[in-house]
Nanobody, 124 residues
Framework: QVQLVESGGGLVQAGGSLRLSCVASGRAFGRAAMGWFRQAPGKEREFVAAISWRGGSTYYADSVKGRFTISRDNAKNTMYLRMNSLKPEDTAVYYC?????????????????WGQGTQVTVSL
């Protein structure tokens, strides 16, 4: 079992930055690929970024490529999402997810464990 807790969300103006954190507890975090997803009101949950268990492979949605950076520190059981040049369309609840394999996935159905989410709101 893996428990995930996100933090770092908030209200920011367009063009600003935020860093989300996801702290994991439970066994096997170090061998779990992880990802970030988001869900805006009235929309389906969508893939944002993913990272393999050692951090050597990363994947991004086209909408965030070049602006967001995913990383992890296995010694701290923590994954991060650095978000720069934020846009109003980035407004959503952001979820941290983990899967029971070392290879990252880009579908929400690839993931076994989910955090409770953290709200990110980008104003004009």
């Amino acid at each position: 079992q893996v428990q995930l807790v996100e933090s770092g969300g908030g209200l920011v103006q367009a063009g600003g930055s935020l860093r989300l954190s996801c702290v994991a507890s439970g066994r096997a975090f170090g061998r779990a690929a992880m990802g970030w997803f988001r869900q805006a009101p009235g929309k389906e949950r969508e893939f944002v970024a993913a990272i393999s268990w050692r951090g050597g492979s990363t994947y991004y949605a086209d909408s965030v490529k070049g602006r967001f950076t995913i990383s992890r520190d296995n010694a701290k059981n923590t994954m991060y999402l650095r978000m720069n040049s934020l846009k109003p369309e980035d407004t959503a609840v952001y979820y941290c997810a983990a899967r029971s394999t070392v290879v990252a996935g880009v579908s929400q159905f690839d993931y076994d464990y989910w955090g409770q989410g953290t709200q990110v709101t980008v104003s004009l």
